[in-house]
């Protein structure tokens, strides 16, 4: 257990650019156009990448309180996002008023697997790595 509070500024951010990638590769290379909630995750997701990087080259284990918010937020609005996608009730809330519309799905793997359940699995182990972070 000692091992791996060591290293879980390391793993996330692996999770961050893996899900920074991914996203990249929905968009880019697929070219599946993100809707306004899924640019909100994006904000939050792209500068954990960048923020957890130096944190984990520095060790610097006190970024938690200013990372662990981003995640959890971002956590909340992919679940949001989700339950728009998959229950009909969440559906009837329209944050997405002009291009894409939020309840979409691009992709559906094995009928669970949406692009917002991507986001919400990342910002999850993001946030519980952090929090299993040992403050100095």
């Given amino acids: ?20 990638l991914g996203s990249l590769y929905f968009s880019e290379i697929r070219g599946f156009i ?13 500068p954990l990448s ?16 200013y990372v662990l918010p981003l995640s959890i937020f971002g956590a909340c609005l992919s679940l ?8 009909p009730g969440f559906a009837s809330i329209k944050p997405c008023t002009s ?14 697997i949406t692009i917002p359940f991507l986001a919400l699995t990342a910002f999850t182990f993001i946030s519980l790595l952090l929090i299993l972070t040992k403050a100095k």
């Fill in 50 to 65: 960048i923020l957890l990087g130096i944190a984990a080259f520095y060790s610097d284990k006190n970024i938690k309180k």
């Fill in 34 to 46: 993100p809707c306004e909630l899924c640019w909100y995750q994006r904000i939050l997701m792209y």
């Fill in 99 to 112: 291009g894409v519309p939020c309840n979409i799905q691009y992709i559906n793997w094995l009928n669970f």
């Fill in 1 to 20: 257990m000692v091992v791996l509070r060591d290293q879980t500024l390391y793993l996330a951010w692996i999770v961050a650019v893996t899900a920074t």
């Fill in 80 to 87: 949001f996002h989700y339950l728009q996608q998959k229950l």
